[in-house]
């Protein structure tokens, strides 16, 4: 099974650290470019890295709870100091850490560096005057998720917008109580 990762407004705070704010806070606006394509083409960030200090923000009235895992952009992860240590050694291959500090504490991002594979024969592609558009639908190749050990990943055909886990991905958080994201198990659904 496969799922998109969604936030939680109404219950948890969530990391709002978008490619600006990044490279000001890294002191060099040079990585904008950097930073807004590293979705698109799972490019290194770590060789340009420092560790930032940010905070986590409400995303509703209700959502004040501090989460162990939130999104961030379509780029990756925010893991507290308690989900870095149950989930490092599963994401190693799937991206790498970026140290931060969160509201005092220190934290990691995770930046996504890979693709799952789709399965062609049941994705369905959108098309608007005869280019690629999208896609209508979306199925993962799941045989292929399994033998590559994929736990978080981005789709290339939905437009690496979007992050999506596997089922052993949600299984960890759950054995180790990791609260913050949602799976859905609608992959194109765009509400919470």
């Not at 000001?24 to 490019?43: Q, V």
């Not at 290194?44 to 560790?51: I, N, Q, R, T, V």
């Not at 280019?131 to 690496?160: I, M, T, W, Y």
């Amino acid at each position: 099974m496969v799922y998109q990762l969604k936030h939680i407004p109404k219950t948890y705070k969530a990391l709002q650290l978008d490619v600006m704010t990044i490279a000001e806070k890294l002191g060099d606006y040079g990585l904008i470019t950097t930073l807004m394509n590293a979705p698109l083409t799972g490019e290194s960030l770590a060789g340009k890295w420092k560790s930032i200090e940010t905070s986590l923000q409400s995303l509703s009235a209700s959502g004040n709870n501090t989460p162990d895992i939130s999104l961030w952009d379509s780029q990756g992860l925010y893991l507290s100091a308690k989900a870095y240590d149950a989930l490092a050694d599963a994401l190693k291959d799937d991206g790498e850490f970026l140290s931060i500090v969160v509201d005092g504490e220190p934290a990691y991002l995770f930046n996504c560096r890979v693709f799952g594979q789709e399965d062609l024969s049941l994705t369905e592609r959108k098309y608007l005057d005869g280019e690629p558009d999208g896609v209508a639908s979306l199925v993962f190749d799941e045989a292929e998720l399994g033998k590559s050990n994929r736990h978080v990943f981005r789709s290339k055909l939905q437009g690496c917008t979007t992050l999506y886990a596997s089922d052993k991905f949600k299984q960890l958080c759950e054995k180790h109580n990791l609260n913050g994201v949602r799976f859905d198990t609608d992959l194109l659904n765009i509400f919470d």
